[in-house]
């Protein structure tokens, strides 16, 4: 009798134990790799409080967190959409892919595997709603720049929320034809369009599904850089917000899968812009502040995942130095893609007849240059050189990086500012590094030691019970 009571105690706390993560958050900061994290930290900790160490973001205060790894099939170093695919379907791919394995057939998504099994199901970014990411919870095609055959698949998955900056190619397909408008095809499946986060507050109530994008005019391919955010701009947190609001409509109890991504991290880091790219990371933290919130009202039912699809730069916080300057980049008004379009401007309102004091003066109010922070000889030398170069000789060479074509000038500035913080990068691109992965809520206990990137969307489907 007795051993029966043992064992019906063990039963008890054993299905005590296993619940059911009924919300799920799964955050994705594009490019966000271990230095990336700990470099916002400790410019935090300079800026906000003047001191040596780290000011933690919400998510690195999560009760677990481990790294993972990012290889894809064929190669050392994935790319985004075979990472996206990984912790999308939970099977490694080669590098292009978006939801299809290595023999181009469809895999089953994380997101479909939500839907199945009842919940809403919503697919969020920062960027193109038909960007790598983002795509790779919705959309199974062989090449990841099929922009358009993407967003064809957005209605036939039928998740509830979609949400980002817009679509790349709404009327061109891959092989660069003219095609249907994919925005009546959206319409027949019966989303309702907003743009805007105030159109999205005027249509949510009746609407049944929804896609939110920015305002129209606006950049299709990614929300503005948090950096250079003007009042009015769509932001990461708005999004988030909007999602979970959606997802819970109509009391909604059959909980929902959210996944969001914070996707110009990676494109700060491809332009080597440590100030564009801390900034980012304090956004996507933001918007998990948002999902933090909801986790506080259902703190047994919720669980949330915060992790990177792989490291970009191979950025090091130091050059030599035992030191770090991180706080000088606080005087870097924009990113450097709004600092390269100002001295565009600046050329052809002058007709290329800038003077140096001009430029000089210009830096000084954008980047602090002598203003806020001393330059040595030779940084100064750097930065005239490339002024004689491109405005006295008119040799104007733009620097290219996978997302913008910066001003030689501001790709100069760019150079100088990372000298003066003390921070190095070791190329313009994607690296095999460790990104991290940081849980709490139900469930994430699973996320415990180091793991592949792979083996995250399979966790978080048993913390669901997907399957």
Known sequence: MKRLVYLLCFVFITAVAQGQAKYVFYFIGDGMGVNQVNGTEMYRAELQNGRIGVEPLLFTQFPVGTVASTFSAKNSVTDSSAAGTALATGSKTYNGAIGMDEQQIPLQTIAEMAKK????????????????????FYAH??????????ATDLPKAGFD???????????T?????????????????????????????????????????????????????????????????????????????????????????????DWGCHSNDAAAAFNEVIDLDNAIRVAYEFYKKHPKETLIVVTADHEIGGIVLGNGKYELNLKVLQYQKNSADILSNQISAMRRNKNNKVLWNEMKAFLSEKMGFWKEIPLTWEQEKKLRDEFENSFVKNKVVFEESLYSKNEPMAARAKEVINEIAMISWASGNHSAGYVPVFAIGEGSQLFHEKIDNTEIPKRIAKAAKYK
Request: charged fraction near 25%.
């Open 173 to 265: 397909s891959a092989d660069n034809k003219e095609a249907p408008s994919i925005f009546p095809m959206f319409e027949e499946a019966g989303y309702t369009l907003a743009r805007g986060y105030d159109d999205y507050k005027a249509k949510s109530d009746q609407a049944q599904k929804m896609i939110l994008i920015q305002k129209e005019g606006a950049d299709a391919s990614c929300l503005p850089y948090a950096i250079d955010r003007k009042e009015g701009d769509l932001t990461l947190a708005q999004i988030t917000e909007s999602a979970i609001d959606f997802l819970t409509k109509d009391k909604n109890k059959k909980g929902f899968f959210l996944m969001v991504e914070g996707g110009k991290i």
């Open 117 to 136: 099994a009842g919940k809403k199901v919503g697919i969020a970014t920062s960027v193109s709603v038909d960007h790598a990411t983002p795509a790779a």
């Open 141 to 150: 095609q062989p090449r990841r720049n099929m922009y358009y055959e993407i």
């Open 161 to 171: 929320f979609y949400a980002g900056a817009g679509f790349l190619k709404p009327t």
